[in-house]
């Protein structure tokens, strides 16, 4: 599924790697640029695979995912991350980038199976649109909202991991944030598809509802 082109130059900042990921109708171009850098709220240093170009190639017409992200703002591949936790699709403000799960990653328990599969699998361009929204959002939000919706996240999170009930004032914050976003990637999604852009060939109009309704209930 993973097809390596063989390329790889160096930079002065990092390693060049370019890769096709096939997936039936779904080709994903991509060039990779590891980085050693200050790039982590997280951990203040560890290397990140930025990508400079995430280039579909569905039945009819290419695109190419940057156009839609805000100015300045990037896409890095969440699934070479070095730290397990952060290996799923989020959004980092201050750094502007879009952490996406290229290549697969988050397996379920000891099984081979992923929570994220990789980009060419059903339903991941639409949680990149996802994600794209919450960047446009998260990039016009004044710096104060935003960290108090970055901490009420990530207390949603945690009681989560716990199977801990969520205060509800939290709770609805959280779900408006994550129900504008997938109302934002089905409206991204419809447009383009008006523009002979599928970027899910695979999924129907009522499969895409169902998809985001999964994650709102979860
Ligand atoms: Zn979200």
């Known amino acids: 599924m993973v097809e390596r082109v063989p390329v790889g130059s160096t930079t002065c900042q990092g390693q060049i790697e370019e890769y096709k990921f096939r997936?039936?109708?779904i080709t994903a171009e991509i060039v990779i640029e590891?980085?050693?850098?200050?790039?982590s709220a997280v951990k203040p240093i560890r290397r990140v695979a930025m990508v400079n170009n995430l280039i579909f190639w569905t039945p009819r017409k290419s695109f190419c995912f940057d156009l839609l992200l805000p100015k300045g703002w990037r896409f890095a591949d969440?699934?070479?991350?070095?730290?397990?936790?952060?290996?799923?699709?989020?959004?980092?403000?201050?750094?502007k980038l879009v952490y996406v799960p290229l290549t697969p990653?988050?397996?379920k328990g000891n099984s081979d199976e992923f929570w994220y599969?990789?980009?060419?699998?059903?339903?991941?361009?639409?949680?990149?649109?996802h994600e794209i929204t919450h960047a446009i959002v998260y990039s016009k939000m004044p710096d104060e909202e935003y960290q108090r919706l970055a901490v009420e996240t990530y207390t949603h999170y945690l009681a989560r991991q716990k199977a801990k009930k969520v205060p509800e004032n939290i709770k609805n914050l959280f779900i408006t944030d994550e129900r504008n976003a997938w109302a934002g990637a089905i409206r991204y999604l419809r447009q383009?598809?008006?523009?002979?852009?599928?970027?899910?060939?695979?999924?129907?109009v009522p499969q895409i509802r169902n998809?985001?309704?999964?994650?709102?209930?979860?």
Do not use: W
């Open 105 to 107: 990653s988050c397996q």
């Open 192 to 204: 383009l598809r008006q523009n002979d852009v599928d970027l899910e060939p695979y999924l129907s």
């Open 211 to 218: 998809f985001a309704h999964g994650y709102l209930d979860a």
């Open 78 to 95: 969440a699934g070479r991350n070095p730290d397990q936790n952060l290996r799923g699709p989020r959004v980092e403000k201050d750094k």
């Open 117 to 129: 599969p990789g980009i060419t699998f059903f339903g991941m361009r639409l949680a990149t649109l």
């Open 23 to 25: 997936g039936g109708l």
């Open 34 to 39: 590891s980085l050693d850098g200050n790039l």
